[in-house]
Antibody, heavy 128, light 108 residues
Framework: QLQLQESGPGLVKPSETLSLTCTVS??????????WGWIRQPPGKGLEWIGS???????YYKPSLRSRVTMSADTSKNQFSLNLTSVTAADTALYYC????????????????????WGTGTTVTVSS | SYVLTQPPSVSVAPGQTARITCGGN??????VHWYQQKPGQAPVLVVY???DRPSGIPERFSGSNSGNAATLNISRVEAGDEADYYC???????????FGGGTKLTVL
C-alpha cells in the first residue's frame, strides 16, 4: 500500500533554510487526482497546513507562510520536497508529508482537498 | 480567512456516544473531513466528505454537516478511541487547507 516517509535534518539554525523530502512508495506521485502536501505540528499544539503541490507544479501555500515556502516535485525519484527559509524557533515542529485527494464540488464549482495518507512525521528543531 | 472552531475537550463514558462539533460560517456548504490522532502517532482520516468512512474505519464513526456546524459522532465509545480529533475543510476563497484547533476526547 502507499507509504510516505519524511527525511531531512533534525536540527536547523535560526535564519537558515529548512529542507525536507518526502519519498513515496507503493504508488506514483504522478497519479492523477492527487496532490502532495506538508503539514506541521508544533509541540503540544494542533495541525497546521503548510502547502501542497501537484506532480507537475501548481502549488498552494498557506498565506502566512507563502513568502518563505517553496515546494517541488521530482517524478524521477517519486519524491516531493519542502524548503522553508529564514526559520525561527516558531518553526520547530513535527513535520508530516501527506497525499491529498482532490475532489470536485459541483454545487459550488471548485475543487477541494483532504489528506488520505500520511507519513509518520519527522521532528525539526530550530536552535543555534 | 476561514476559521473552524472546535471544543478543546470532550469527555464520555465507555459505551456512550461522543459528539465533537466543528463550527464555521456556512460550513454546510463545504465538505468536512475528520482526523484522529493518537498520542505519538500521525493523524488518520476517519471521515471524509462530511459522512463517508475510509476503508477500515469502524461504522461507529459517522459525521454530519449542516448550517454552521459539522459533527463527528463516535458511538459505543471504547478506550481505544481516546485521541485528538481535527476537522478540516478547503477554503476555496483563499485556496488553502484549514484545520480546526482540535478536540481531545477523553474516555472516562
Amino acid at each position: 500500500q502507499l507509504q510516505l516517509q519524511e527525511s531531512g535534518p533534525g536540527l536547523v539554525k535560526p535564519s537558515e533554510t529548512l529542507s525536507l523530502t518526502c519519498t513515496v512508495s507503493g504508488g506514483s506521485i504522478s497519479s492523477r487526482g492527487y496532490y502532495w502536501g506538508w503539514i506541521r505540528q508544533p509541540p503540544g499544539k494542533g495541525l497546521e497546513w503548510i502547502g501542497s503541490i501537484y506532480y507537475s507544479g501548481s502549488p498552494y501555500y498557506k498565506p502566512s507562510l507563502r513568502s518563505r515556502v517553496t515546494m517541488s516535485a521530482d517524478t524521477s525519484k517519486n519524491q516531493f520536497s519542502l524548503n522553508l527559509t529564514s526559520v525561527t524557533a516558531a518553526d520547530t515542529a513535527l513535520y508530516y508529508c501527506a497525499r491529498l485527494r482532490r475532489q470536485w464540488l459541483g454545487d459550488y464549482y471548485y475543487y477541494y482537498y483532504y489528506m488520505d495518507v500520511w507519513g509518520t512525521g519527522t521532528t525539526v528543531t530550530v536552535s543555534s | 480567512s476561514y476559521v473552524l472552531t472546535q471544543p478543546p475537550s470532550v469527555s464520555v463514558a465507555p459505551g456512550q456516544t461522543a459528539r465533537i462539533t466543528c463550527g464555521g460560517n456556512n460550513i454546510g456548504s463545504k465538505r468536512v473531513h475528520w482526523y484522529q490522532q493518537k498520542p505519538g502517532q500521525a493523524p488518520v482520516l476517519v471521515v471524509y466528505d462530511d459522512a463517508d468512512r475510509p476503508s477500515g474505519i469502524p461504522e461507529r464513526f459517522s459525521g454530519s454537516n449542516s448550517g454552521n456546524a459539522a459533527t463527528l459522532n463516535i458511538s459505543r465509545v471504547e478506550a481505544g478511541d481516546e485521541a485528538d480529533y481535527y476537522c478540516q475543510v478547503w477554503d476555496n476563497s483563499g485556496d488553502h487547507v484549514v484545520f480546526g484547533g482540535g478536540t481531545k476526547l477523553t474516555v472516562l
